[in-house]
């Protein structure tokens, strides 16, 4: 995810495709890159706000979060 002025809030989450690495760029405002297996996901939360959530995906099928964030 990055933040900017000028574009606001940008979501960038890859191929999608295990086994698929390239190389994840820092880039001013990232909060979160990485070269991995995964996917992301928007909860929307019952009080009205929405999280964001990166979830890596293993060859195996384990998962974890890897990392949240609450959108404002």
Do not use: C, N
């Not at 760029?25 to 990166?54: C, H, K, N, Q």
Request: a positive charge; hydrophobic letters at 40%.
């Amino acid at each position: 995810m990055i933040e900017s002025p000028q574009w606001g809030r940008v979501l960038v989450s890859g191929a999608g495709i295990y086994g698929h690495v390239t190389y994840a760029r820092d880039v001013p405002g990232s909060l979160y890159r990485a070269a991995r297996a995964g996917f992301m996901r928007i909860d929307l939360l019952r009080d009205g706000r929405r999280r964001l959530g990166v979830i890596e995906v293993e060859k195996d099928g384990r998962y974890r979060e890897a990392f949240a964030r609450i959108l404002e």
